[in-house]
Nanobody, 115 residues
Framework: QVQLVESGGGLVQAGGSLRLSCAAS????????MGWFRQAPGKQRELVAR???????NYTDSVKGRFTISRDNAKNAVYLQMNSLKPEDTAVYYC?????????WGQGTQVTVSS
């Protein structure tokens, strides 16, 4: 089993910044991808950003140029730097890890952007 601990959510004004962190621990053999998803009220969970073991990265279109995902392999950690935040970025953000062939999710952290 893999445990994920997230931190860094909160309330920020539009145009502000937040940095999310997620650290994985437990029975880690091979992390193939790490990333962030989000779910706004009444909407489906969607991919925000994902970074693969080989270094490949993808972002959902709405955050390109504003969010940056990074990874610290030594710490089994993934980060999401969110700049120029907009009210539509308001959601619960979930850390995601693909370890071997298994998906793991964090408990979620609330990000609220006020206008």
């Amino acid at each position: 089993q893999v445990q994920l601990v997230e931190s860094g959510g909160g309330l920020v004004q539009a145009g502000g910044s937040l940095r999310l962190s997620c650290a994985a621990s437990g029975s880690i053999f091979s992390i193939n991808a790490m990333g962030w998803f989000r779910q706004a009220p009444g909407k489906q969970r969607e991919l925000v950003a994902r970074i693969f073991n080989g270094g490949g990265i993808n972002y959902t279109d709405s955050v390109k140029g504003r969010f940056t995902i990074s990874r610290d392999n030594a710490k089994n950690a993934v980060y999401l730097q969110m700049n120029s935040l907009k009210p539509e970025d308001t959601a619960v953000y979930y850390c995601y890890v693909l370890e071997s062939l298994n998906d793991y999710w964090g408990q979620g952290t609330q990000v609220t952007v006020s206008s």
